[in-house]
């Protein structure tokens, strides 16, 4: 089996150092992550945002704000060697950090569309980017106090910078932040654009010859309209899309797209999609070992 040689990310080298800086973790992407940290660092400054909260037994898989001052701590150091693993992201104030703590809790639940409350996942590195990035809504206060969220690209090869260019809006914690139908739709989204980075990995791992002229940029982008035609067809399952591109991982794109035992079992008549997945799967690997 051939691998892909990871090295760790550089930090950015314009951080501030002299203010407030946290790294916010996914406790869900990162499993027994409160005994990690204090195992990479017993010093480590951990807040888990659902203490004080309503949700304070669910501490096991609360996302966690670390503090972080200089590019040599020890969580950091972890963060960085696992780039491609999107365990959280990196959020810069002028703020105390009490003030960003306590605007982070706030976050961490909100209220559906439809008013219903509900626990956001803020710690995701692909719900930042849709709600930080969204250029339709104003984003001043999810950003609060924080000044700056620097978040690893999908691919794990670089930063995105999301910046609060106008004052911090004054806090108010009284009620829960609502989400807009828009909102909805680009979290939505950014689901299935972290499932695709996922299959980036997974794809540069197993099948790293598969479409290697391309760029990182490029053979994600690949990734993601493959992903989208499948889900097109019917198979809209992270499992049966996992299986669609495997099977072009071992067959490569035009025997897909031209070999008629595969293209009868993509026909909408056949089985259920999860079953033609399965069958589509089992059949590239008979080609590709015969």
């Known amino acids: 089996m051939t691998t892909t040689k990871r090295t760790p990310l550089k930090i950015p080298d314009d951080l501030p150092w002299t203010q407030s800086v946290g790294l916010l973790l996914d406790a869900v992407q990162v499993e027994n992550l409160l005994p990690k940290l204090f195992a990479w660092d017993c010093t480590v ?18 996302p966690c704000l670390v503090r972080v001052r200089s590019p040599s701590d020890p969580v950091l150091v972890e963060f960085l060697a696992r780039a491609q693993e999107h365990w959280g992201y990196l959020i810069c104030s002028v703020a105390p950090w009490a003030e960003m703590v306590a605007h982070l809790r706030w976050l961490a639940s909100i209220k559906h ?8 996942r803020i710690a995701d590195p692909a719900v930042a980017r849709a709600l930080l990035g969204d250029t339709q809504t104003s984003t001043a206060t999810l950003f609060g106090p924080c000044q700056r969220v620097v978040v690893i690209n999908p691919i794990g090869d670089g930063w995105d910078h999301f910046i609060r260019h106008s004052e911090a809006p004054i806090a108010d914690h009284s009620a829960l932040y609502q989400l807009s139908e828009h909102q909805w739709s680009l979290l939505e989204s950014a689901s299935f654009s972290k499932m695709v980075s996922e299959l980036y990995q ?6 790293p010859q598969y479409q290697s002229t391309l760029t990182a940029h490029e053979r994600w982008d690949h990734l993601y309209r493959l992903a989208k035609r499948a889900a097109a067809c019917g198979h809209d399952s992270e499992a049966d899309i996992w299986l669609y591109a495997n099977a072009h991982g071992l067959l490569g794109d035009q ?10 079992l993509l026909a909408p008549e056949q089985p259920s999609p999860e079953q033609r997945m399965h069958l589509i799967s089992s ?5 590709c070992f015969p």
């Open 113 to 120: 569309p439809s008013g219903a409350d509900m626990l956001l």
């Open 283 to 287: 059949l590239a690997e008979r080609k």
């Open 255 to 264: 025997v897909m797209g031209e070999d008629p035992e595969i293209l009868q």
């Open 45 to 62: 400054k951990v807040e888990p945002l659902y203490l004080q909260t309503r949700f304070a037994q669910l501490r096991d898989v609360s």
């Open 202 to 207: 997974h794809m540069s791992e197993f099948f």
